[in-house]
Nanobody, 125 residues
Framework: QVHLVESGGGSVQAGGSLTLSCAAS????????MGWFRQAPGKEREGVAG???????RYADSVNGRFTISQDNAKNTLYLQMNSLKPEDTAMYYC???????????????????WGQGTQVTVSS
């Protein structure tokens, strides 16, 4: 059974940094696509960054150049390094996994199969 647990969220001032982690278990981690998504109150869930099983990455325009997705296959852990945080980055951040996602769907939440419970990120101005 796929199990994803996010951590690393918190409160930070604008311009600050946070690193989120997602510990994965229950499947062959290195063969899955992994992604980060976020959802702010009253808004739809949106894709932030994704990484394919071959290591190819993709970012939402709103975070490109500020956020970095990476993973440690030996630790079955996904990371999201977030720099130059802005108040509009405030949201619940979710980790997701999928065994066979097409690349063009990688930032689209509806196509992902497994989800974590989320970790809150709050950025104050």
């Amino acid at each position: 059974q796929v199990h994803l647990v996010e951590s690393g969220g918190g409160s930070v001032q604008a311009g600050g940094s946070l690193t989120l982690s997602c510990a994965a278990s229950g499947y062959s981690y290195s063969r899955y696509c992994m992604g980060w998504f976020r959802q702010a109150p009253g808004k739809e869930r949106e894709g932030v960054a994704g990484i394919a099983s071959n290591g190819k990455t993709r970012y939402a325009d709103s975070v490109n150049g500020r956020f970095t997705i990476s993973q440690d296959n030996a630790k079955n852990t996904l990371y999201l390094q977030m720099n130059s945080l802005k108040p509009e980055d405030t949201a619940m951040y979710y980790c997701a996994a999928d065994p066979g996602l097409a690349w063009w769907y990688i930032l689209q939440p509806a196509h992902w199969t497994y989800w974590g419970q989320g970790t809150q990120v709050t950025v104050s101005s």
